[in-house]
C-alpha cells in the first residue's frame, strides 16, 4: 500500500516539476544587410558562394551559440554587393574563416576578487573571404578578412553576451565589406564594369 502512494505521488509530482522547466525567449536582432551599398558588377556570366563550410577551432568556438552566424553574412554580403553583368566567366566567394572563439581569462583571487567585477572571458571573431575571377581573358583574386575581440564581465548575463556577439558580426561583416571592396577595386579592376 506505501509503495502504491508512493508511486502516484511521484506520478502526480512529474507534471509539476516538469512544468516548471523555465524556457528562454528567443532574442530578435536585426537583418544584417548591405543592401544600402551600391553593388560592384563583375564582367562575369556568375557568381556563387562555396558553401564548404570553414573549418572551425577544436576549443573554444562559440558558433552555435551566435544570433547570426558570419558565414551567413558572408552569404548575404555576396548576394547583395556581387553583381554578374558579363556574357562569360564566373566568380566564386570562398569563406576562408568565419569564427568566433572564447577564451577564459584570469579571475581576481582571494579577498580582493570578491569585491572585483573581473572580465572573465574574451571573445576574438574573423571573417576572411577569397572571390576568384575566371573569364577568358584571364583569372584573378582579391583577398580579405576582419579581426575583433571583446571582452566580458563575470557577471553579464545571456542577453548581454548576445548582444556583444551580434555586435561583433556586425562590425566583422561592415569591415569586411570595406575591406573586399577596396581589394576587388584593386586586383580586379579588368573585371569590373
Not at 558572408?74 to 566568380?91: D, F, I, P, Y
Request: glycine share 6%.
Amino acid at each position: 500500500m506505501k509503495i502504491l502512494r508512493a508511486l502516484s505521488l511521484v506520478m502526480l509530482l512529474t507534471p509539476l516539476i516538469a512544468a516548471c522547466e523555465t524556457q528562454v525567449p528567443a532574442r530578435r536582432f536585426p537583418e544584417i544587410s548591405f543592401a544600402h551599398q551600391p553593388p560592384i558588377n563583375l564582367d562575369v556570366a556568375s557568381i556563387e558562394v562555396d558553401k564548404q563550410p570553414p573549418v572551425a577551432p577544436t576549443s573554444g568556438a562559440v558558433l552555435h551559440d551566435l544570433p547570426i552566424s558570419l558565414a551567413t553574412v558572408a552569404e548575404t554580403w555576396a548576394n547583395q554587393r556581387l553583381k554578374a553583368v558579363g556574357q562569360q566567366g564566373s566568380a566564386t566567394l570562398r569563406i576562408e574563416k568565419a569564427t568566433v572563439v572564447e577564451e577564459t581569462l584570469k579571475r581576481t583571487e582571494g579577498f580582493r576578487g570578491a569585491f572585483t567585477t573581473d572580465q572573465t572571458e574574451r571573445y576574438s571573431g574573423e571573417l576572411a573571404l577569397t572571390l576568384t575571377v575566371v573569364t577568358d581573358r584571364g583569372q584573378g583574386v582579391a583577398r580579405g578578412s576582419a579581426q575583433r575581440a571583446r571582452t566580458v564581465p563575470e557577471d553579464a548575463t545571456l542577453a548581454e553576451r548576445e548582444k556583444l556577439w551580434f555586435e561583433m558580426v556586425e562590425q566583422l561583416g561592415r569591415e569586411v565589406d570595406s575591406v573586399m571592396e577596396q581589394q576587388i577595386r584593386a586586383h580586379l579592376s579588368n573585371f569590373l564594369r
